[in-house]
DNA sequence: AATGAAATTAACTTTTTAGTTAAACATAGA
DNA sequence: TCTATGTTTAACTAAAAAGTTAATTTCATT
């Protein structure tokens, strides 16, 4: 291990972090470099350009956010329990980056080139879980444990509850004054919430 | 009624594309005086700074989307058709303008001082609509009609909902060679299972 | 200790984009 | 028609941020 390394890994943190937080667009390397305590010709030297840094970062938030959408299925479980599951899981996932979706929705919106190479790799992931949890679905569909309902609009509307409830989260805590524990308190309000609306969506 | 009028509108229409769609920070003013028909010093003329014409925009996009939170209630109906009511026109508005809802969080998540200035003027709306929610669904608490739920849980998933609809729709068109036709089809039935959900979460 | 490759710095250049200015033009009203 | 005011243009400047370079330092290897 040479003593870059330490310098690589400082600027690939600060890069993260401002570029989760701002935006590709709004982001300056100067800062990144000031942020991980190197000048910011630094930056340049190891990795080229500022584009060349975020992909860097940005291919690994893409993976992800793909994860994200991929779900494994425990079918001796009664199937309401797993998309309780599921829709737990998903909200821990972005619970622990609350940033992500909307950085990547946005920066892919934003280039039509990262649209062509990553929306894929997206979309790949979303097409197996909707497969796979459309298997179980219709097995549930046809043992009357549940009302119907399209696998796509049920898994489109975990992530949306999801996601929008850290979308806004930064702001609705400056809105309403939170601290800490109100924040902890109000996610945790919200993920017995989106888990209770899913399931009465599906319930008879 | 001067010849400058024109100019000055054009401008504004131009503006008000290109931030909405690339936001601030990547938004060009010789880019939004191209596509208005006039040199970018037209720009200047009129609106001095970019700032100064990006808040001529950005302050009657807040006033919409805090209408978009604003909801009047006809007590005479039951209190699932007026919340079934209230999700479509919530919808409706946000169709209108699929852009604004991600547009005006990420300007607001952005600027420090634009939060401050306009996240009262959602705030406000978002009480107002609070309240008067709160009082229906108490109603309907009492008359046995519905299930217990927070007000603002509520409204926060019609919201998400509805928003995140729109979000990804631009990508999900990419991502799945949708072209018109399938979108109308998309948003027509996300907005009928966004109503549906939210009408499951409240009945008994 | 000498050497050389990797790492670091400071100062520089380039590029992009916002913003300015002075001169030309247009037009309504005296 | 003259003039004053508002409008438009082309060419400019200023500022900010990305990116480069050459000189210097560090440090492992011989």
Redesign the interface.
Known sequence: MSRGDHTEQAILEAAEAEFLD??L??AKTAEIARAAGVTHAMLHYYFRTKEKLFEKIFEGKVQDLARSLTATFDETQPFLDQVAKLAGAHFDFIAAQPRLP?FV??E???NEER?KIY??M??NALRDTIRNLGLQLEAALKAGEVRP??TS?LL??I???N???F??L??AR???GMDEEDVRQFVA??RA??I???L??L?K
Chains 1, 2 share one sequence.
Do not use: W
């Open positions: 701002k935006g667009a709004l909307m929705l946005n892919i919106h934003h649209r929306l894929p997206l979309v309902v399209r609009d489109f509307s992530a949306s509850l996601v929008m409830t979308a806004g930064p702001i400056e809105a309403f309000q919200r919430e989106n209770e609306v899913i009465s969506r319930r």
